[in-house]
């Protein structure tokens, strides 16, 4: 998620679920204005979750999806919210 409000909106309810489905939840926030990503992404990779819920705007997801490929993330578990 964007570490800034915008990208915090679903957190609350997201940990919530979490808990009451009994998931792991792991948070990967990266930087305004969304350019630099690859932290994150490397930290999803070791992490290898079953899915990916990326809440974040324009091109935001370009990168993400650049992203994926470098690590060798399949796009099939990426979930977008524009």
């Not at 570490?3 to 939840?25: N, S």
């Not at 990779?45 to 993400?64: E, G, K, Q, T």
């Amino acid at each position: 998620y964007v570490d800034y409000p915008f990208g915090q909106e679903p957190l609350g309810i997201i940990k919530t679920l979490a808990a009451k489905e009994g998931f792991d939840l792991q948070l990967f926030p990266y930087p305004l204005p969304g350019n630099d990503q690859a932290s994150a992404w490397t930290q999803m990779r070791r992490f290898n979750p079953d899915w990916i819920i990326s809440w974040s705007l324009s091109n935001m997801h370009v990168i993400a999806s650049r992203e994926m490929k470098r690590n060798g993330i399949p796009i099939e578990k990426y979930i977008a919210v524009n």
